[in-house]
């Protein structure tokens, strides 16, 4: 289980996706401080405390990443992440519609914690993310 105090990121640009973690965590009754970037490049700025961006800090426990990005892809924000050394050791979890083995792999090659196929159903949603949480050290 996470702290309460800490930190999850999530890096979304679907609104509809972003308010379905936001029921599923709250369905969970997780109410750890969450913070939501719209993009790869946004959610760096926020880990780094550049362009503008409050720096999280602490770092985030668990950051909860779309691959489906705009301008910059969740892999090519994984490799900008594990690229940089006070980044690289952040745990992340993909949560994406794409079921595609070539983003699974892709994926696992910068050492993602879990790949995670978005439920159709919010019920089977809320389960996800209650696993992802129950299993988490
Ligand atoms: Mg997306």
Redesign the pocket.
């Known amino acids: 289980m996470l702290n309460a105090h800490e930190t999850i990121l999530l890096v979304?640009?679907?609104r509809v996706d972003i308010m379905t973690v936001q029921r599923a965590l709250k369905k969970n009754e997780i109410g750890n401080p969450l913070r939501i970037a719209r993009t790869g490049l946004e959610a760096l700025s926020m880990l780094r405390g550049e362009d503008g961006f409050e720096k999280i800090s602490p770092p985030p426990a668990l950051i909860l990443l779309?691959l489906?990005?705009p301008k910059m892809s969740g892999i090519e924000f994984l490799r900008e992440l594990r690229d940089d050394p006070e980044l690289k050791e952040l745990r992340i979890i993909v949560l994406t519609s794409s079921n595609e083995p070539k983003d699974r792999a892709a994926a696992f090659e910068y050492d993602v914690d879990d790949y995670i196929v978005k439920p159709h159903s919010f019920d089977e949603f809320t389960r996800a993310i209650a696993t992802i949480l129950a299993l988490w050290e």
Request: charged share 65%.
């Open positions: 979304e640009d679907d779309d489906n990005l």
